[in-house]
């Protein structure tokens, strides 16, 4: 069984999908690409079935990720019950969750900047409407946080990715 990893934000057309982009590309990178389930989704399902925006997609592709195959979900139940580590990109989008969310799986949810390096910043700015500048931004607490969870979970992946080599 892998690792479930869910990205989410308002819309899930900026912020979660630059982030399951960007965690998909470091944990293939690391080799530990097989040992994750990894997925996004958004509080509200106003875009839902819809690609990110293209501000989105141009800033992704700008640093190397590829993300503009997703399509925006809703965020469900069972997609909270299913992952093992819920990052919200903002702290209302940890309060929605937590409304959403199985009273067991409570705990599964956190701000993604807690695996950043600044300790100050707990949430990923909107970057929808504003300027490519606004992505980038967004994008480089995205990068930052991205790679913290990924060297938080090595070990557990590590041990997971090794398990399913052996499997087959």
């Not at 992704?60 to 909270?80: C, F, L, M, N, T």
């Amino acid at each position: 069984m892998t690792i479930g990893v869910l990205f989410v934000c308002t819309a899930n057309i900026c912020r979660s999908p630059m982030a399951e982009g960007v965690f998909r590309a470091l944990a293939d990178k690391a080799g530990l690409g097989a040992a994750f389930s990894i997925a996004s989704a958004g509080t509200t399902g106003i875009h839902a079935g819809e690609p990110p925006t293209s501000a989105a997609i141009e800033a992704a592709a700008r640093r190397g990720y590829d993300i503009a195959a997703q399509r925006s979900h809703p965020v469900s139940k069972e997609d909270i019950g299913a992952a093992d580590h819920v990052l919200a990109m903002d702290r209302g989008h940890v309060a929605d969750l937590r409304w959403m969310a199985p009273r067991d799986k409570i705990d599964r949810i956190q701000l993604l900047t807690r695996f950043g390096p600044m300790p100050s910043i707990t949430d990923i700015q909107d970057p929808y409407g504003g300027t490519p500048q606004d992505y980038e931004r967004a994008l480089d607490l995205i990068e930052a946080s991205c790679k913290g969870l990924l060297a938080a979970l090595a070990d557990e992946a590590t041990a997971k990715a090794r398990s399913l080599r052996t499997a087959t």
